[in-house]
């Protein structure tokens, strides 16, 4: 059984300090990087996923708030443009030589990274990348727990693999939302479990 460990949106925007922050952002960054390393060989693929969006007057799909004043619920504040320090991955996330690469939200609504595109992926998506190379399960960690982490991981239980969430190298925006997409999770077979 081959795995992967999809790392969700650890970038600077997303952490301390940016547009979007969560907190514990960085500290997600950091720790896993130290999992990473502590597990190495253990993953026969890992894949990194990023928000790449266009800059304004581009809203992305209604993703930014273009009057300026967003809902954080489907509208926010303009976050991860793509080539800008803030899309960058956060300086303490360290991954390993051949890591996948995936950007998504480019012109549009993305949260999943199964709905982005694979870096020189010739046009291939994630879920055709990951069958390829013989994966049947992964393991998702990364920002938001509440977004970007559910909506892969969920992506990723519907493309047919066997799918756990890894809590403690995750973070949210907000404790309500947590509860509902930690639920959600459960409820569709994901499994919820301490990366120790």
């Given at each position: 059984?081959?795995?992967?460990?999809?790392?969700?949106?650890?970038?600077?925007?997303?952490?301390?300090?940016?547009?979007l922050?969560?907190?514990?952002?960085?500290?997600?960054?950091?720790?896993?990087?130290?999992?990473?390393?502590?597990?190495?060989?253990?993953?026969?693929?890992?894949?990194?996923?990023?928000?790449?969006?266009?800059?304004?007057?581009?809203t992305?799909?209604?993703?930014?708030?273009?009057?300026?004043?967003?809902?954080?619920?489907?509208?926010?504040?303009?976050?991860?443009?793509?080539?800008?320090?803030?899309?960058?991955?956060?300086?303490?996330?360290?991954?390993?030589?051949?890591?996948?690469?995936?950007?998504?939200?480019?012109?549009?609504?993305?949260?999943?990274?199964?709905?982005?595109?694979?870096?020189?992926?010739?046009?291939?998506?994630?879920?055709?990348?990951?069958?390829?190379?013989?994966?049947?399960?992964v393991?998702?960690?990364?920002?938001?727990?509440?977004?970007?982490?559910?909506?892969?991981?969920?992506?990723?239980?519907?493309?047919?693999?066997?799918?756990?969430?890894?809590?403690?190298?995750?973070?949210?925006?907000?404790?309500?939302?947590?509860?509902a997409?930690?639920?959600?999770?459960?409820?569709?077979?994901?499994?919820?479990?301490?990366?120790?």
């Open positions: 059984m081959s795995t992967a460990l999809i790392v969700v949106d650890v970038q600077n925007d997303f952490c301390e300090g940016g547009a922050a969560v907190a514990g952002g960085a500290a997600v960054a950091e720790s896993i990087t130290r999992f990473v390393e502590r597990t190495s060989g253990m993953y026969d693929v890992v894949v990194a996923t990023r928000d790449w969006h266009a800059a304004l007057p581009d992305n799909d209604g993703h930014f708030a273009a009057d300026g004043l967003p809902d954080y619920v489907t509208t926010w504040p303009v976050h991860c443009v793509a080539g800008t320090v803030g899309a960058e991955y956060h300086p303490l996330l360290s991954l390993p030589p051949g890591t996948v690469h995936v950007v998504k939200g480019e012109s549009r609504q993305d949260y999943s990274g199964f709905s982005g595109r694979v870096v020189g992926g010739d046009g291939a998506d994630l879920a055709t990348v990951l069958s390829a190379r013989g994966v049947t399960r393991e998702v960690v990364g920002l938001a727990t509440d977004h970007c982490v559910r909506a892969t991981a969920l992506d990723a239980c519907g493309a047919g693999f066997d799918v756990t969430v890894l809590t403690d190298l995750t973070a949210a925006v907000a404790a309500p939302t947590a509860v997409a930690l639920t959600d999770l459960a409820v569709a077979g994901i499994g919820l479990v301490r990366s120790a």
